[in-house]
């Protein structure tokens, strides 16, 4: 599964991933919004659950390529999707618009951010580079070798007595 994330919080919303993705797209699918003084894009999280794809009456939302896709030739505009995004990432006009990774190519919202701060990233990439971590952690730990009960269930239970 791949997905935009932020990489850093270095935007100062120049707009220009929002522009790029407007130019390539004909309408814009980010969105900067500002919280704390800091600027954070709205985008498709692309969910597995995909809540948008669940209440979409038409079907024009489908996983594909291990993303979320609509298909604006099949959307009728009703605007359930953009209720059910839980990222508010669903923007609405005639039709209903999201991200869609640009179909495969390089999203031209990451490609124009001068600041870096948008990244395409395959998630299971990142979760198999954190169990990498974990491991090689977990290799050079120093474990007891003494073969004696000392988990937490036999500390729990040694005292313990059933009732008749």
Same mark, same amino acid.
């Given at each position: 599964?791949?997905? /935009?994330?932020?990489?850093?919080?270095?935007? $100062?919303?120049? %707009?220009? =991933?929002?522009?790029?993705?407007?130019?390539k797209?004909?309408? %814009?699918? /980010?969105?900067?919004?500002?919280?704390?003084?800091?600027?954070?894009?709205?985008?498709?999280?692309?969910?597995?659950?995909?809540?948008?794809?669940?209440? =979409?009456?038409?079907?024009?939302?489908?996983?594909k390529?291990?993303?979320?896709?609509?298909?604006?030739?099949?959307? /009728?505009?009703?605007?359930?999707?953009?209720?059910?995004?839980?990222?508010? +990432?669903?923007?609405?006009? $005639?039709?209903?618009?999201?991200?869609?990774? =640009?179909? %495969?190519?390089?999203?031209?919202c990451?490609k124009?951010?001068?600041?870096? =701060?948008?990244?395409?990233?395959?998630?299971?990439?990142?979760?198999?580079?954190?169990?990498?971590?974990?491991?090689?952690?977990?290799?050079k730990?120093?474990?007891?070798?003494?073969?004696?009960?000392?988990?937490?269930?036999?500390?729990?239970?040694?005292? +313990?007595?059933?009732?008749?």
């Amino acid at each position: 599964m791949k997905k /935009i994330i932020m990489a850093n919080y270095n935007c $100062d919303n120049c %707009g220009d =991933c929002v522009k790029a993705c407007m130019e390539k797209n004909k309408v %814009g699918r /980010i969105a900067i919004m500002e919280k704390d003084g800091k600027y954070i894009p709205i985008i498709c999280q692309h969910c597995a659950s995909a809540p948008c794809k669940e209440v =979409c009456p038409v079907s024009a939302i489908e996983h594909k390529d291990g993303y979320v896709y609509l298909n604006e030739e099949v959307c /009728i505009g009703c605007g359930l999707c953009a209720l059910a995004c839980p990222f508010g +990432a669903i923007t609405l006009d $005639d039709k209903a618009y999201k991200c869609i990774l =640009c179909n %495969g190519d390089e999203p031209a919202c990451v490609k124009a951010c001068s600041k870096r =701060c948008l990244e395409l990233v395959d998630v299971n990439e990142l979760i198999f580079a954190k169990r990498d971590n974990s491991l090689n952690l977990f290799s050079k730990m120093t474990l007891p070798t003494q073969k004696t009960d000392n988990s937490l269930i036999s500390k729990i239970t040694v005292n +313990a007595k059933v009732q008749p």
